[in-house]
């Protein structure tokens, strides 16, 4: 940490709109948490060691897309990384890797988010390089026409043309396609939500948008999304937090065009049009065939708000007695213990979003006879709910360890950084951070069946099933 004397000696802060302090779970010492006048929101959680996180969250991602651009959140999180006028594409690679700093970043329906986890030596000098480059790139990224690469039909087997990042991204598609579990998903997609919802998407997009969208596009949606109002930057290590306001906004330089261009308010779920809200009808069963030699199916279930942080966690709880280890309940009884066994695997879990949770069932099978699939599931869910409800025992080695696993989190830098981040652009606030024990332990048996019930009926399943062709 930088000594008291240096702080001292410091301008005074920015002019801050909100200031607050928050305990938070397993860290002796209080999450800080600054919102800037032009809206941009910074958290720092206090954590003694050489390793610091910096990670900045854009709420924005596919949700914010239409037909005609969908993919280009997760193509401009790419062209990010390639220059801007201070720095040369290659350049923030190259100074991070030389200091020993991990560099990503990964894009989903509701957010894009960056980060840097590095080693904070040379006196604090680590951390205010990566900052500088790092608030850079994403203020002032170029998106070079020569790094894009030119506009050109995927299709056309005799294309000859230069293949830059727009033929990366291409490719990256074309693998994702031809993923057995990546057809089954955006089926179990097409089904839960009306046409014109912003999930029914693929995040990726598809190979004909991304061989066509013109630099202008990816541009104007860069400065549509990448404004102050729309990013919090998060810092996890050891720093004084009045002179991390003040390196924060002296990095993160908003100009005249991210000020003009904050972007429209993420969208609600109850500020949907009603012809885009989820699909109340559950339908038959989606079949799909493909060159793959076993069984797949999912199952979809709408969840609760991500709000609802109690419902949220509880569905958590079901999913860990369910499916997600060996010793789960479908693993056990359709997999272990099952004469004849119809399947090789089978697993669930829930994806917390904003316009609704989602909870899913999936299992890979042998045979020709799918329905037989499906119908063990459905026994097994109908079990659950009312002939088998979950034992004292069972919920509370679920409640151990969703603990243990939110305590393993807050060990690293990243993990903290990166739980806060979902929580703000997710839920929008960091309640899922620092309420998530608090609501684990208030959580009660009869809570956990209630929402089996609510949620997860056999006949509220979506279903989608991928077979061998013929």
Known sequence: MRDAAT???TPERPNLVREEFHDVPFLPEKAHLAEFENGHQL????????????????????????????????????????GTE????????????????????????DFTFYYVTGPNHNNGGNFLKALDMHADMLLASTLPEREIGPQYNPDDPNYAGEKRERSVVIEEIAMRD?????KVFNAINDMMYADGHPYQRDVIGTRQIIGNIARASIEHY???WYGPKSMMTIVVGDFDWHQLQLDVAKAFKFGAAHEKHPGEPIWQADQLPAAITKRPEVGAPSILHADV???????????????????????????????????????????????????????????????????HINGNFSGS???????????????????????MDEFTRAKKNLRAGFAETSETASGIAETIGESYTILGSLNGYIGYLD????????????????????????????????
Not at 87 to 108: C, H, L, R, V, Y
Not at 445 to 467: G, I, N, S
Request: hydrophobic fraction near 40%; charged fraction near 20%; include cysteine.
């Open 439 to 470: 609501a684990l332990d208030k959580l009660t048996l009869e809570d956990v069946m209630a929402l089996a019930a609510k949620y997860l009926k056999p006949e509220a399943a979506y279903t989608a099933v991928l077979m061998p062709k013929g």
């Open 86 to 109: 201070r720095f040369q594409p290659g350049e923030f690679d190259k100074a991070m890797e030389s200091m020993g700093a991990i560099i990503n970043a990964a894009t989903w329906r």
């Open 7 to 9: 702080a001292t000696m």
């Open 178 to 182: 031809d993923q057995p579990w990546t």
């Open 369 to 391: 006879n799918y329905n037989a699939a499906l119908g063990q599931i459905h026994e097994e869910l109908s079990a659950f709910i009312s002939k088998a409800p979950i034992s």
């Open 222 to 224: 860069y400065k549509s």
């Open 43 to 82: 958290v720092f959680v206090p954590k003694r060691g050489e390793v610091f996180n910096l990670n900045t969250w854009v709420t924005t991602g596919s949700i914010h897309e239409n037909n005609d651009n969908n993919g280009v959140s997760h193509f401009l999180e790419h062209l990010m990384f390639k």
């Open 293 to 359: 030699q076993t069984g797949f199916v999912m199952l979809g279930f709408h969840g609760p708000s991500p709000t609802d942080l109690k419902a949220s966690i509880g569905l958590d709880v079901i999913s860990y007695v369910l499916g997600e280890s060996r010793s789960s309940r479908l693993h056990q009884n359709l997999v272990e213990k099952a004469s004849p066994r119809v399947f090789n695997s089978i697993g669930c879990g829930q994806n917390t979003q904003r316009l609704g949770n989602v909870f």
